[in-house]
């Protein structure tokens, strides 16, 4: 079975800063997909970003990039510039990938708040 | 193009009772995946269907069952409802099966059982 782990339940940043969110996870699969989710306080999950396990180049989305390091099992997000929208709950989340059904795995997840 | 809706947004039940949730996908999108989110648990993988099939499924009792229509509505159903159950269930949608496709979620269905 897959795990995702999320050491840092709660974070702040300052506002234009840089932060980084740490994430491992736990697989015997040698493809898969990682994602970053955002869920606000309103509550609506928005995916962050997606890294495909296949591809070695990490994915970067704007101001959003992922650190995928595969032999640790560690993919951290890094948010430059930081907003104050970005204040929200991040989840790191591990999906098979298999066309037998995806089986999604989250981490419990970071509350990050950017401070004025 | 509209998101993926969710009916209805709060629902309170008493235990015992039972409850039907209703998920709308994006339009074209043919996999709809439901989750369960508590503070307790965290967010946990419920089902995925596809083309009116159940693909896969995750560690909850038989009390939660879902199904997908013809056009790609999906319905998530808890029997006996118990106070454990009290949570945001949210449906997501996407193109396929599998990873290769983004999931879009909706706002959720917060549900209170008392």
């Known amino acids: 079975a897959q795990t995702v782990t999320q050491s840092q339940p709660e974070m702040s940043v300052q506002e234009a800063e840089t932060v980084t969110l740490s994430c491992t996870y736990d697989t015997s699969e040698s493809n898969y997909y990682l994602f970053w989710y955002k869920q606000p306080p309103s509550r609506q999950m928005i995916l962050v970003i997606r890294?495909?396990?296949?591809?070695?180049q990490n994915a970067t989305e704007n101001r959003f990039s992922v650190n995928f390091q595969k032999a640790a099992k560690s993919f951290s997000l890094k948010i430059s510039d930081s907003q104050l929208g970005d204040t929200a709950m991040y989840f790191c989340?591990?999906?098979?990938?298999?066309?037998?059904?995806?089986?999604?795995?989250f981490g419990p997840g970071t509350r990050l708040s950017v401070l004025p | 193009k509209a998101g993926v809706t969710q009916t209805p947004r709060y629902l309170i039940k008493t235990r015992g009772q039972q409850v039907t949730l209703s998920c709308s996908p994006i339009s074209g999108h043919r996999s709809v995946s439901w989750y369960q989110q508590t503070p307790g648990q965290g967010l946990q993988f419920l089902f995925e269907y596809f083309s009116e099939t159940q693909r896969n499924k995750g560690n909850f009792p038989g009390r939660f069952s879902g199904r997908q229509f013809s056009n790609s509505r999906s319905e998530m159903n808890v029997s006996t409802l118990e106070l454990g159950d009290s949570a945001l269930y949210l449906c997501a949608s996407s193109l396929g099966v599998g990873g290769t496709d983004t999931q879009y979620f909706g706002p959720g269905t917060r549900l209170t059982v008392l």
């Open positions: 989340a591990f999906m098979k990938a298999d066309n037998y059904g995806q089986n999604f795995v």
């Open positions: 890294q495909e396990a296949y591809k070695q």
